[in-house]
Structures are given as C-alpha cells and as structure tokens.
C-alpha cells in the first residue's frame, strides 16, 4: 500500500465540520463545494476506475515532479505526485500532451493548468483502453534538479496472476465503469500505474526486437514458459499476466535502441514512466533501459525425410515479390534447403504478382516463382516445379495490387503432380469417385470460390499429388486475417474477436470439402495446411477438425513446443497442418527460423510434417 497522503485527513476533517455545523445540509453539491478549495492532486484525476472523475474539466495548478519527457511520437511528458494517497486504485502518475516538444526537464517541479482527457490510441472504435491525461497545458515550473519519485516495482510478486474482470454487461462488456481492483487483476493492477514511474529487474525478452524499436520481456519467468524462451499462448484464459512491453524515451539518433531475441536478457534496471499504446497497451517507456544479454538461441533446422516418407510444408513467405531485393529470395530459398531440408511439396502462402504492390491489373506471379524456384536451386536444393491459379484481379485481400496467393512447389524427382483440367480463380474444383477412389475435377482448383466466406480473402488451392504410388491430397489456405480484432487490453473483456466469424465460415467450407473426399474414400490421405490465422485451440480449428474430419498435427507436439508467430509478447499458433484419419503416424515440426528473432525473413514459422502414405 502506498503511503497516506494528509490531504484525507484533512478533507475528513473540513466535511466534519462542514456537518457540525449545518453547511452541508445534505446536499451533495454543497459537500463538493466545501471542499472546493482543496487543490486537486494527481490522483483525484486518475480517480479508482479507468476514466477520470474529471474528465473535459479544466484544472489549475497541479503539481507534480516531471518522470519523463517525449520529443517525438505523442509529445508531451509525465508527471507524478511524490506524496501518494493510500488508495492502491489511483494513480500518482499523468500525461502531459503538449503537441510541440516540451521544455521541461526531468526532475522539474511544476505546476500544469490544462483540460483532463481520455485519449484512446487508435481511436474510439478499436476497443483500446484510454490514456488519462491534461492537454492544452500551462505549464509553471517551480524549482529544477529535484529527486524523482521511487519508481514502483513491477515483479512476479506484484502482478495478480489474473487477467482481467469480466466486462459490464450492462457496459456492452465493457470494464472503463469498474473499480479497480489491482490486488486482484493484472490489467487493473497496470492500469493502477499509468502516468507512473515504474522499473523492472533482469527480464527474459518474450518478444524479439521490432522495426519500431520496441520489445516484450516477461517480469514472470516461470509463466507458460515455452522451451526456447518465450511465453506460451495456449488458452484464450492464458493472457500472461507478465509481459510487458518496453519502448525508450531517448531518440534513436541519440541511443540505438538494443537488438533483442526471444531468450535473451534484458539485464539490470529498467525505469520510465508506463504508457499505454494501440501497439500492445502498457508499455515501461524507459528513462533507463537495462542491458541486453544475449542469449544461445539458432534458427531450427528440420530432419530430413527417409526415402519411404513424404515430407509436406507450409511457408507463409511474406508478400514475396520480384522487386524484393535478391537477399530476401536467397535468404527463404535458404531456408527451404537448409532449415526445411527440401520438403517434397511446400506450400507457399503470400506470393504477389509479378509487380507487387503496383496496382496495374497483374495477376500473374511467373517471375516471382522463377526467381524463388532459381534461388533455391542456387542454394542446392530441388529445381521444384509449382502449381498455382492466378486471382482475379483485387479480389483476394493482402496488399493492394499485390493479388497474393497460395502456391505448391514440389519436388518432381520424388513426387508427381496430377494435372485435371486446371481450374480459374471463379471455377470451384469438386470430388469424384474414379475406381473407387477420391479424385478432383479440377487440380489445381480452388474450393467453392464463389462462396461469401471467402470474399476480399484468399480461396483455398487444392491439389492432387502421387507419392510412391500413392494418391495424397493437398489443400492450401490462407484464412482471412485477426485484422480488426479488439487486443487483449481492450476495454472489453473479453476482447471482442470480430475476424472469428469470418475464419469459422471458411473453416466449415473447407471440412466440408474434406468430408466430401473422405465420403469417396475413407482412407484417402489428405492434409489441410497453410497460415490459418488462428490457434489450436480456436473455434476455427474446431469447425476444421469437424466430425473428425482432420486433426491439428500440432497439438501432436509438447505445449511448450506449439507455436508459429509471436505477437506481443504471445508465442502461439497461426499456421498449421491438419491430417485426415488415414495418416495415423507422423512426425510434425514447427520449424522455429524467424518468429523469434529481430533478423526475420518472414514474420511465420514453417511447419513440417512427415509421414508414410
């Protein structure tokens, strides 16, 4: 708890007398009138719930210690109140938002006139939290060089291992109208520190260094640990109460920001006022940055298949084009070699057409598949050969003019592809039963195109391969995106996850498209594969696996082993491999090369997957 403030006292006192001696005769108005004179602190603006008391009211001479000042981005600065209440639900720390760069300094005692706000970081409908603070400032500093108020410290001690409360439901669900609880609830707790002065000891990063300079550590090392360091998104109940995000105040032309990996330490004090942002909510805005040990994590690399099993890949290459410098091509096709070990069909996800995001009408992505294909050959692996329909134009989502797309390289030294009558973007390829076995009628087609699911989305790629004699069938996807969704520190709890509804409706066209090749033959072999954009434990994964349908061979691996991107701090599954019932033996792999590390090729993780048809 924090220290008691006299002003309690003292406000007690002057309503007590008020009451002794009839001032306040009951009236509400005239109990806030007697205590008018009272200077209004920090704290009284902050108030115990996350919208201020005050907020759209001007108030005059607040006084404060400045903690921090930004030149760049939201400029402003912070100040905080050294002589706390002892209520642990208001904050002792607020935002100064002064537009042009400020002129204070840290240690500045000052005084700010100005209008309380709740400012919302990336606007009203994206269901993040607000920032309390006083714009339009008049600011008066008092005296310079003064001790800064001790920084509170966030540790595994003082975070609550639970989340959040549940919304209002009377509030659409929403938890700005409750009390704070910061003894009870992570969220609450971090909300009870906006605008303060905060640190953190030594803390494993979670979250690799990002092109905008900023990174994720864990003050809960032991919190859903996954093997090779970073925290484990295994439930939407797994929120991990630990992770923090961690920015600079210094400009980058002053103070390089460090280059982390997941794994690696940020060693020593960590200290700065705690912001929050539409990029990851709280953030520790560091004054003082701790440094960074680096730790022993490699890229994977995958073991190769025998002669006898047929390895399947999907790759999510991130907006691959031919204007990409060369090293972008090199680097994948790399990858594909060494860290894949060549699998004998890869899926690709994500290549653009032949000019990328130039929005000319281009649909074809020849050149961009000559360029990876020789790329990888150069770097010693297969001359694969690809199968792939063109979009039409726009009408796939992903960056304008870019009309990305699904795209099977295989291996034709180990593998053959069965061409019947290729479809077009509209022709939806379907299931006959030719000698009492399953076949397309159109490979490479694309399934049920036409279907609303998969508007502004990209339609699954399905293709018939022979492996050994073998007939294998092989489904490409790219579900539509989380792009939209509320994050985890929304206002809402819980978040409110729009791009479900989508991803569920293209989850039940594609098993229904399964149930069809089974129903022709119960022991053909199929795999569902791609970047799903969901978890394995989704409703999405769910309506895939239908009926038995499919199995998500990710779950296959250990807990601490499940993911394929990291976002925030989450280690956690988007790309996966489903298998029908008839591949009951396999090996299953995701390949850890880029989610986890500053240096990415793509912002995925492929995943592998072996087994004997």
Partial sequence: MRSSHPRSAAVAALVATAL?????????????????????RIHDIQGTTRISPLNGKQVADV???????????????????????????????VFVFTSSVPTVAVGDAVKVSGTVGEYVPGGLNSGNQSVT????????VVSSGNALPEATAINEYSVPAEYAPAGDPAAAGSINGLTLEPTRYALDYY??????????????????????????????????AAKRGGTIYGSYESQNTGRLQIQQLAPLAQQPFPVANVGDKLTGTTEGPLDFNQFGGYTLVARTLGTVKAGTLAPEKTKPQTEQELAVATYN??????????????????????????????ALEEIQDDNGAKNDGTVSAEQTLTKFTAAITAAGGPAYQWRTVNPEDKKDGGEPGGNIRQVFLFNPARVSFTERAPGDAVTATGVVKENGK???????????????????????????????????????????????????????QPPVRKSEEKRLLQAQAVNGFVKEILAADKNANVLVLGDINDFEFSATTDALADGGALYPAIKSLPKAERYSYVFQGNAQVLDQILTSPAIKKFTYDSV?????????????????LRFRP
């Avoid at 306040?24 to 200077?39: Q, R, Y």
């Avoid at 006084?63 to 904050?91: C, H, K, L, M």
């Avoid at 603070?133 to 008066?140: A, N, R, Y």
């Avoid at 060369?326 to 790399?334: G, I, N, P, T, Y």
């Fill in 63 to 93: 006084e404060g210690i400045v903690t921090g000042v930004r030149t760049y981005g939201s400029r402003g600065f912070w100040i905080q109140d050294p002589d706390a209440d002892d209520n642990d639900a208001t904050s002792e720390g």
């Fill in 20 to 40: 002794a001696t009839g001032l306040l005769a009951g009236s509400a108005d005239a109990a806030e009138g007697a205590v008018s004179a009272d200077p209004i």
């Fill in 191 to 224: 909300e009870s520190l906006e605008g303060m002065n905060v640190k953190i000891g030594t803390s494993r990063v979670v979250g690799a260094t990002d092109p905008y300079s900023e990174l994720w550590v864990t003050v809960k090392g032991w919190e859903n």
């Fill in 133 to 140: 603070q006083i714009s339009k400032p008049t600011v008066t």
């Fill in 592 to 608: 850890h090369i880029n989610a986890e590390f500053a240096a990415q090729n793509s912002d995925h993780d492929p995943q592998v």
């Fill in 438 to 492: 399953a076949a397309l009628t159109h490979s490479p087609g694309r399934i049920d195109p036409a279907n609303p699911a998969w508007a502004d989305s990209r339609k699954p790629l399905a293709g018939e391969f022979v492996f050994r004699g073998k007939t294998v069938f092989v489904i490409a996807n790219h579900f539509g995106s989380k792009g939209g969704d509320e994050g985890l520190t929304s206002h809402h």
């Fill in 317 to 346: 290459v991130e907006n691959l084009d031919p204007s990409d410098p060369q090293e972008k091509f090199d680097a994948l096709a790399k990858a594909v070699v060494e860290n894949l070990a060549s699998p004998d069909i890869l």
